[in-house]
């Protein structure tokens, strides 16, 4: 354990358990616990920011993956629930609440007539465009107490980690 950083709830758990299992190193248990715990605790002030436009996070990253499509802000059903990594039953729900708000609009896809396309509206586009100027904001503020360099060396990380968790 590092003595530049201070206890934290993680450091207590490991050592409970060196204290009962002396014999199992738990050592896995630091950093993927404290991946879990850091969403716990970011997941309440990221959506935080989403509030003031009156939307939820599935919301903000539906609209979002729409908005980074580039114009015309079009994708496929199947795109979006790849991207968004949900069921087609639940995106097609999504959908039908967005498109009542009038934040995107369903199309005919010109090159398949059996399918539709989801686009983002005039409105979805301008709501989108504030909040995600917000959220990179807020989330400026969240990590705005760590150095660049321990940022640069937590995505790296985090990148490489992601790497191996998506082997096949």
Not at 3 to 18: E, F, H, K, N, S
Not at 24 to 40: Q, V
Not at 97 to 115: C, F, G, M, T
């Amino acid at each position: 354990m590092s003595t530049t950083r201070q206890m934290d709830a993680v450091d207590a758990i490991l050592a409970q358990w060196q204290q009962e299992r002396p014999d199992l190193d738990c050592s896995p248990m630091g950093p993927i616990g404290r991946i879990k715990r850091c969403e716990m605790l970011l997941a309440p002030r990221v959506d935080a920011a989403f509030a003031p436009f009156d939307l939820v996070r599935w919301e903000f990253d539906m609209l979002a993956t729409l908005r980074r499509a580039g114009a015309p802000f079009i994708l496929t059903p199947t795109q979006l629930f790849s991207t968004l990594m949900v069921t087609s039953g639940t995106l097609t729900h999504r959908l039908k609440l967005l498109e009542k708000r009038a934040l995107i609009q369903r199309l005919p896809n010109e090159q398949d007539a059996r399918s539709m396309q989801v686009q983002l509206t005039a409105s979805g586009l301008a709501l989108i465009d504030k909040a995600v100027e917000a959220h990179v904001e807020n989330e400026r503020q969240l990590l705005a107490e760590l150095t660049p360099e321990t940022l640069a060396a937590l995505n790296d990380a985090l990148s490489r980690l992601m790497a191996v968790l998506e082997k096949p």
